[in-house]
């Protein structure tokens, strides 16, 4: 047999055109891939009066993207991997630059500006899916927080879905209540039960944090038409924590429940409603979302977004309108009720929320709000005012 000597470069070439001999066409590559996501550009400005006399205003700049791209691959499984865009620059008087590839950590605890945000491998066998990997956590209890391990889901029960989540490693969000407890630390592991029979939807969530605390909700919504223009809903939120002994020293179990009923029709849509959610101990702190807001039923935008983190007795009521035209939406939202920002401290507060949403298409939407809220302090007769401005361009893909 007669040996070949082959020079590197040779070898090279050779395994270049092997890989290109076995690679798959772009167009059959791409054309079982879905693509999903939005980008969208926000400017936001804040000013605030704290203590009577202590003004501050300071705007931003935000550009942020998600984009999914949702693989089938061979028989019943597939891929999904996201990449996140998110970066800010300051506006106006403040001391900043803009952050074109320096000295920008990006907004959502990631580390860098640009990041791989889901990279999970699903398998979808008749009415079970199981995702393993990088992914949002889906939860009553999360809003868009991300961690890494294992969702099912199942749908044999027609009407009902049935969820169980496991994971083991938690995105360090700047939405996480607490974050010097470090409870991205800790797993989290949740079962739930999801069903809609018309007119009635609900859902039945248990979670738990290991070492930190063990949160429960159950949401009950009923909506139906009373005429082909008419239709109105009403919906029942209770929600609890209990806290683990090692935190008990600075937090308590909290309980949470809220109603509110809707109305849609002739163009006005309006929601009403009461929010009441308080710590077992007043002079500890508690929680009942996790990340954010969560699912639960809130109004305005900043004088309440406390459910992750708060103190005593908090309580609202709440009335939110709107009137829709062509491709307008105008809209009010006001909120009246009591508000602990300090231990054994609670205050008078409210808040009023101007809207205007102008929707140029399916996928292309602008949306506009102008809020005000007040805290009075009852102890020493000076409070809290705060001004914010915000506009958003989105696009969803």
């Given amino acids: 047999m007669k040996l070949v000597k082959m020079s590197l470069a040779a070898i090279v070439a050779a395994g270049a055109i092997s890989s290109v001999a076995s690679a798959t066409p772009l167009e059959e590559a791409i054309k079982n891939v879905d693509v999903s996501g939005f980008a969208r550009v926000r400017y936001q400005n804040t000013t605030t009066n704290n203590n009577g006399g202590q003004d501050s205003s300071n705007g931003q700049y935000r550009f942020t993207s998600d984009i999914n791209f949702k693989a089938a691959l061979d028989d ?128 039945l969530w248990y979670a738990n944090l290991q070492d930190v605390a063990a949160l429960y909700a159950v949401d009950v919504a009923v909506n139906f038409d009373v005429t082909s223009d008419i239709n109105l809903g009403f919906q029942g939120q209770y929600a609890g924590s209990s806290m683990n002994d090692r935190y008990t020293t600075t937090l308590d179990d909290a309980q949470f429940w809220a109603l509110q009923a809707k109305f849609k029709g002739f163009g006005f849509d309006a929601r009403a409603g009461y929010v009441d959610f308080s710590v077992d101990d007043s002079k ?16 305005g935008e900043d004088l309440y977004d406390t459910y992750k983190e708060f103190y005593g007795d908090n309580n609202y009521f709440f009335l939110v309108a709107g009137y829709s035209f062509d491709k307008f939406r105008v809209g009010v939202d006001y909120v009246n009720g009591k508000i602990t920002k300090q231990v054994n401290k609670q205050h008078d ?42 506009f958003d361009a989105r696009y969803n893909f």
């Fill in 76 to 203: 019943n499984f597939y891929g999904i991997l996201g990449f996140r865009y998110d970066s800010q620059d300051v506006s106006g008087d403040a001391d900043g630059q803009t952050k074109v590839g320096a000295n920008d950590n990006g907004i959502e605890g990631y580390g860098q500006t640009f990041n791989v945000r889901q990279f999970l491998l699903g398998y979808k066998a008749g009415n079970t899916t199981i995702q393993a990997g990088r992914q949002v956590l889906g939860t009553f209890f999360t809003d868009d927080m991300v961690g890494t391990g294992i969702k099912v889901l199942n749908s044999d029960i027609t009407g009902l879905t049935l969820a169980a989540v496991a994971f083991d490693d938690l995105q360090n969000d700047k939405d996480i209540g607490f974050k010097t407890a470090t409870t991205y630390n800790h797993n989290l592991y949740g079962v739930a039960a999801i069903g809609s029979y018309d007119p009635v939807a609900f859902q």
């Fill in 284 to 299: 500890k702190a508690g929680l009942i979302s996790y990340e954010d807001q969560g699912k639960f039923i809130e109004a």
């Fill in 349 to 390: 507060a409210y808040e009023v929320v101007a809207r205007l949403d102008y929707a140029y298409s399916k996928k292309l939407k602008f949306q506009t709000w102008y809020g005000h809220y007040e805290i009075d302090d009852v102890d020493t007769v000076k409070g809290w005012e705060t001004d914010r401005f915000r």
